[in-house]
């Protein structure tokens, strides 16, 4: 039996804008998601739920707003970027009178083409670049949520709190 049934509505907003200089091309952009309808009917004969802003352990839900913010920079083979990522306050799981949520998590990185440079006339070696990153560079580590054993929203947070990266690629 295939039985189901989703009512999902809401707004995407994007604001962009982006400066040439010679010091490069500067770049800012606005991002974010209003989630104002919710429903789902997943269990025959049953009405269906309201799950805008109201944590659900199933997955089936989402926060009323999430959000970015990225300000940017490239100029030749290098580029640069920070990125705020935003969750709106919602409803914990479980807990009708508990709100969690309403947090920031700030990125960073650093991407540079060291295949234009060092290895231009070379078809294998040309798109080589090196890269470096930090993600939740203020170590916002999620809050306490009542959702299993865990204790914190895996769906919205991540537990390993500020992680840096670096990266080598090479196309081929």
Do not use: C, H
């Not at 509505?9 to 991002?31: H, I, M, P, Q, T």
């Not at 030749?76 to 705020?84: E, I, K, L, P």
């Not at 947090?103 to 890269?131: M, P, Q, S």
């Amino acid at each position: 039996m295939n039985f189901g049934d989703f009512k999902v509505a809401g707004f995407d907003y994007e604001a962009r804008y982006k400066y040439l200089s010679r010091f490069g091309e500067f770049g800012a952009a606005v991002n974010a998601t209003q989630t104002y309808r919710y429903r789902v009917a997943l269990t025959p004969n049953v009405a269906a739920t309201d799950r805008t802003n109201m944590a659900n352990a199933d997955g089936n839900w989402a926060p009323r707003w999430k959000g970015t913010v990225t300000l940017a920079w490239k100029q030749g083979s290098g580029s640069a970027s920070v990125d705020g990522r935003w969750v709106g306050p919602y409803q914990d799981y479980n807990l009708p009178d508990r709100t969690i949520g309403n947090f920031w998590l700030i990125d960073a990185n650093f991407r540079y083409g060291i295949g234009d440079t060092v290895a231009r006339g070379n078809r294998w070696l040309k798109d080589t670049y090196v890269e470096v990153g930090g993600i939740n560079l203020f170590n916002n580590l999620p809050e306490f949520s009542n959702i299993g054993v865990l204790g914190y929203d895996y769906a919205q947070g991540d537990i390993r709190g500020r992680f840096f990266y670096a990266r080598v690629g090479l196309k081929l």
